[in-house]
Each structure stands twice: as C-alpha cells, then as structure tokens.
C-alpha cells in the first residue's frame, strides 16, 4: 500500500491590532516593572491588558476603561495620570508643527490645472461599521426633507417596533413584546428601523409621516454585557446620537436574578449605564422585567399623545 505525503502548508494568522496603543503601551511597562520588584500587581496589570486587546475600539480615557473587564478605578486612574502628561509633553511638539505649518503658508506655490487630471468614476461603499461607513449614515440623516404641518387631532401617534431578526434567545422575548402591547392596546407597527428599537411617528390620513424626537435602545442585562464585549455598546450608542433625535432613551431590563452569570461583573455594567446617563447624556431607564418595560413603552406612549395632539 503507497502512502502519499500531503505537503503542510504554513496558516499565517493575522493578528488585530490594539485600538489603544497608549494604553497597551503603559499597561505593558507597569506590568513589567511589578514583574521586576516581584510585586503580585503584574498579574493584575496583564489581565487588564489581555481585556484592552480584545476591546475593538477607541478609548478616550481611562475613567472609559472602567467598562472592561479586570480595569478597576486605580488603574483607570493611573491611564489618566499618565495620559494628562503625555498631552502636555506633546502639546509644546504641536506649537512647534503649528509654527511650521504657519510659515509653509507663506510660500507662493504655482497653480496647477485640475483640467489635465482625469478620474475614474467609481462607486464607492464603505465597509459596515467603518469610519466612512457613519458618515454615510450621517450624511443620509442631514438630507433636506420637504416641510410638512400637521394640525391638532389630524394625526395618530404610532409606536414603531423594530422587526430586525434575532438570535433564537430573543425570539420568545419579542413575540412578548406584541402580544403586551396588544394587550395594553398601544398603537403601533412593526418596521425595520436603521437604529434603535422603538421611536414614534406622527401620521395623518393622507399617509404623511414626521418622526418625534424620542428614540429607545431597549437592551435585556445579558445583552448588555455581550454588546460591551463584542463592541456593539459604544457603536449603537454612536448611532443613537447620529440620529439627531433630542431626547435617547436607553431602557435596560433587568433578567434573571442578581447572582445569575450575565457575562460581566455587575459593577461593570452599572458603571457603563451610569457613564451612558452622565457621560453620553442619555435619560437611562432601569425597568424590572419585560412586562415593565412594556408598561414604560405604553405610559410613553400616552404621554406623547398628550403633548402633540393638543
């Protein structure tokens, strides 16, 4: 019997990149330097850095870090010392450029015609999630939109649900959420919204519709948690604000009980609802269960109605 050797091809994987270099930079030095003195902090700062490197994006600064795991507020704090003088350090190198950039101005460089440069036209689509990706979004947001009026009672005020397929985790949740508002006899519709889960509209009977300045980003504990971890949190919220709407609801249900696994240590989730309502400027609204974050979606609802329809 022949055998045949099959050659062994080499699997070259590519390794991401850390999203905050700084960061990395210094937690890197601290651990090797507690590494060095034999003190047991190395631990501590290479499990905080094992949690950055798997963060897919930007942090400004280190009170941010406190979102992720094994980031305690000495550390975070230590990030915002060490990133305060950095900025001084490189604020003189900026005057420096700035005097550079203003002498360059002064020298007198000849026209060229753009006539002789031909280009190719092409269209381009930006890759989901990516930078040219939200100001597309936010380009399409600004679109001038003709101008309509609706009159006292010539509308109806419609709840719109998002119909957006989800995980089969989130199903049973979701077939909850029509029969209550059914059952609470809330007006509303399912559509695909761009962002968001809920946002009401004005309607009038020749079908013309104006969206109201109140849009809600409705995420279950556990989803929290794994939208932190997977780096959905801070885009969804960078999309909420993309939106333009004046007043962003972000409605955080509670599942399960408070010892139940969700993915993340529960300080770490109220400090990012806390940074959500503080930092991001969002009203955040802590509900106990579904059934609560129905009746909170029906009150809002109501009230809506109050204010527009008078």
């Not at 010539?154 to 998002?162: A, G, M, R, T, W």
Request: with cysteine; hydrophobic share 35%.
């Amino acid at each position: 019997m022949t055998t045949v050797e099959v050659p062994l091809k080499r699997v070259k994987r590519k390794i991401k990149k850390c999203q905050n270099p700084l960061f990395e930079k210094w937690l890197k030095e601290w651990k090797d330097e507690a590494k060095k003195s034999g003190s047991e902090m190395h631990y501590t700062f290479n499990r905080a850095l094992t949690s950055l490197k798997k963060f897919p994006f930007k942090l400004n600064s280190g009170k941010e870090c406190i979102i992720l795991e094994n980031f305690g507020s000495k550390i975070c704090q230590m990030l915002d010392k060490k990133l305060e003088e950095f900025n001084a350090a490189n604020s003189k190198v900026k005057e420096c450029f700035d005097k550079v950039e203003e002498n360059s101005n002064k020298v007198a460089f000849e026209p060229v015609s753009i006539d002789l440069v031909k280009s190719k036209k092409s269209n381009y689509v930006p890759a989901y999630r990516s930078g040219g990706y939200a100001i597309l979004l936010n380009i399409d947001s600004n679109q001038e939109d003709e101008t309509i009026f609706m009159l006292p009672n010539s509308f109806q005020i419609i709840l719109l649900v998002d119909n957006q397929e989800r995980d089969n985790k989130f199903q049973k949740s979701d077939q909850m959420t029509m029969r209550q508002l059914k059952c609470r006899h809330v007006n509303f519709e399912i559509r695909h919204l761009k962002v968001g889960d809920f946002i009401w509209i004005a309607k009038n009977n020749e079908g013309q519709e104006l969206v109201l300045p109140y849009i809600v980003e409705r995420k279950r504990m556990d989803d929290l948690a794994q939208s932190i971890k997977d780096g959905r949190f801070h885009e969804q919220k960078f999309r909420l604000k993309q939106s333009k709407l004046d007043n962003l609801i972000y409605l955080v249900e509670k599942y399960g009980t408070e010892n139940q696994r969700l993915g993340l240590p529960m300080p770490t989730l109220l400090q990012a609802i806390s940074n959500t309502q503080i930092v991001g400027g969002f009203t955040v609204k802590i509900t106990e269960s579904h059934n609560h974050s129905m009746r909170y979606l029906d009150c809002m609802t109501i009230q809506l109605n109050k204010i527009f329809k008078v």
